[in-house]
């Protein structure tokens, strides 16, 4: 089993909402770099979170971020 880099970036939250999207699909998902996220303080840290998936699963897992970044996650009726 090989793993696949599908998301690096710094907003815990988004990286959070995404690797339960791709749990929900069935995905098994690999969030690394959440221990950092305490520990950085002042420093400024970019891309410091990754997540990964089976190389099988990559596709599905670009799939589901695209998704969401289209909106197609957002709740009808709540404006931004």
């Not at 339960?20 to 410091?48: D, N, S």
């Not at 979170?49 to 996650?73: K, P, S």
Request: glycine content about 14%; proline content about 1%; overall charge negative.
């Amino acid at each position: 089993m090989r793993l696949k880099s599908v998301y690096r970036g710094s907003d815990y939250f988004e990286a959070q909402l995404l690797t339960g999207l791709m749990e929900q699909a069935g995905l098994q998902v690999y969030l690394q770099g959440v221990a950092l996220q305490g520990g950085l303080g002042e420093v400024p840290a970019i891309g410091h979170l990754t997540i990964a998936v089976n190389d099988e699963d990559q596709n599905r897992a670009l799939e589901i971020i695209g998704a969401y970044e289209r909106g197609d996650f957002a709740l009808e009726g709540v404006q931004e």
